[in-house]
T-cell receptor, first 113, second 113 residues
C-alpha cells in the first residue's frame, strides 16, 4: 500500500548549520509532496510543497528537491535558527481524484544556539 | 487562525465511553480529512469526506465512524473507548477533491482514563 518513510527521526544541529531531512515514497503515481512543520502542542502547518513537474523549489532558507526516478524527496534548511526547532513531516499524494496525504513519521529538529 | 475549527480542544473520558469530535472546515472547502496523532507519533489518516460523501478510508477502527453534514461540518465518533485511543485528533480541509492547500485545525486532545 501507500507508504512514506522519513529519516532521520531526530536531528540536532548548531545554529547556522544546515539541516536535511529525507523521505521516500512507495506509490509511483504520487505527484504532490508537501512538508509540514509542527511546533509543540500546535497544528501542522504547510511550509513548502513541490509537484512532480519540477525538481527543486526554494523559499528563502528552505528548499525541497525531488527525484521521481528514485522516489525520494528532501527538505533542506539553511542557516538554521532556534525557531526552526520543531517536528517536520513530509507527505505524498496523488493530485487527482479523491486523494489524501500520507505522512512520514516525522523528524524532530533541535537547533542549539 | 487557520479557519478550520475543531471542538472541543480537550476531552477526558473513561474507558468504554463514546465521544464525538467536531470539525468545521474553512469557508468554501468541500473536503474534510481526519487524522490521529498518538504521542510522539506521526499523522495516521483515518477518513476523508467530500461534499457529504465518504471518499477514502485509512486505518480507521470499526469502533470509529464519521460523517459530513449538509453544512459541510464533520463529526468523528469514537465508541467503546480504550486507553490506546488517547491521542490528538486533527481534521484538515481542502477546497476540492485534491490535497492542495490542506489546512489543519488545532486538534482535539482526547485522554481516555
Amino acid at each position: 500500500g501507500e507508504n512514506v518513510e522519513q529519516h532521520p527521526s531526530t536531528l540536532s544541529v548548531q545554529e547556522g548549520d544546515s539541516a536535511v531531512i529525507k523521505c521516500t515514497y512507495s506509490d509511483s503515481a504520487s505527484n504532490y509532496f508537501p512538508w509540514y512543520k509542527q511546533e509543540l502542542g500546535k497544528r501542522p502547518q504547510l511550509i513548502i510543497d513541490i509537484r512532480s513537474n519540477v525538481g527543486e523549489k526554494k523559499d528563502q532558507r528552505i528548499a525541497v528537491t525531488l527525484n521521481k526516478t528514485a522516489k525520494h524527496f528532501s527538505l533542506h534548511i539553511t542557516e538554521t535558527q532556534p525557531e526552526d526547532s520543531a517536528v517536520y513531516f513530509c507527505a505524498a499524494s496523488r493530485s487527482s481524484g479523491y486523494n489524501k496525504l500520507i505522512f512520514g513519521a516525522g523528524t524532530r529538529l533541535a537547533v542549539h544556539p | 487562525d487557520s479557519g478550520v475549527t475543531q471542538t472541543p480542544k480537550h476531552l477526558i473520558t473513561a474507558t468504554g465511553q463514546r465521544v464525538t469530535l467536531r470539525c468545521s472546515p474553512r469557508s468554501g472547502d468541500l473536503s474534510v480529512y481526519w487524522y490521529q496523532q498518538s504521542l510522539d507519533q506521526g499523522l495516521q489518516f483515518l477518513i476523508q469526506y467530500y461534499n457529504g460523501e465518504e471518499r477514502a478510508k485509512g486505518n480507521i477502527l470499526e469502533r470509529f465512524s464519521a460523517q459530513q453534514f449538509p453544512d459541510l461540518h464533520s463529526e468523528l465518533n469514537l465508541s467503546s473507548l480504550e486507553l490506546g485511543d488517547s491521542a490528538l485528533y486533527f481534521c484538515a480541509s481542502s477546497a476540492g477533491q485534491d490535497p492542495y492547500g490542506y489546512t489543519f485545525g488545532s486538534g482535539t486532545r482526547l485522554t481516555v482514563v
